[in-house]
């Protein structure tokens, strides 16, 4: 788990019945910053995509799996030393357990990336 280690959570709202948004903040000591990369450091694509599923049990109350990643789009790198707070926006539908989970991650104007995941309580 990332989450109270490499992110804390600042906020969360859930905005309707399917819908939420976090603040997330990233602890720039983190040792994956140290090696990603010494110096500039960058969140790894890996670390967002855990990031989002470990929101998505957070706010759910469960443990949960990704099932299938449907598309993963990285449009810009979070430089955590210039957008330390990001925004994590989700929205889902969920048929028979299997969730279908559409996330944004962006701060102000920038949007960092999107991700289409199915996610299913382990």
């Known amino acids: ?3 109270d280690d ?3 959570i600042v906020e969360h709202t859930k ?9 997330v903040r990233f602890n720039l000591k983190h040792i ?3 090696a990603h990369f010494p110096n500039n450091p960058i969140t790894p694509g890996a670390c967002i995509i855990q990031i989002a599923k470990e929101l998505f049990s957070f706010l ?3 443990n949960c799996t990704i099932k299938k990643l449907k598309s993963v789009k990285f449009i810009h790198p979070i430089i955590p030393t210039v957008h330390n ?3 994590f ?4 539908e969920e048929n028979n357990g299997l969730f279908r989970v559409k996330i ?15 996610v299913c309580e382990l």
Do not use: C
Request: hydrophobic share 45%; glycine share 2%; proline share 0%.
């Open 60 to 62: 759910h109350q469960i």
């Open 1 to 3: 788990m990332l989450k």
């Open 15 to 23: 905005t309707g019945d399917s819908a939420a948004s976090f603040v």
């Open 85 to 87: 707070t990001v925004n």
């Open 89 to 92: 926006k989700m929205e889902w």
């Open 32 to 34: 994956i910053y140290q």
């Open 104 to 118: 944004t991650v962006s701060a102000e104007d920038t949007v960092f990336s999107k991700i289409n995941m199915e």
């Open 6 to 8: 490499f992110f804390s």
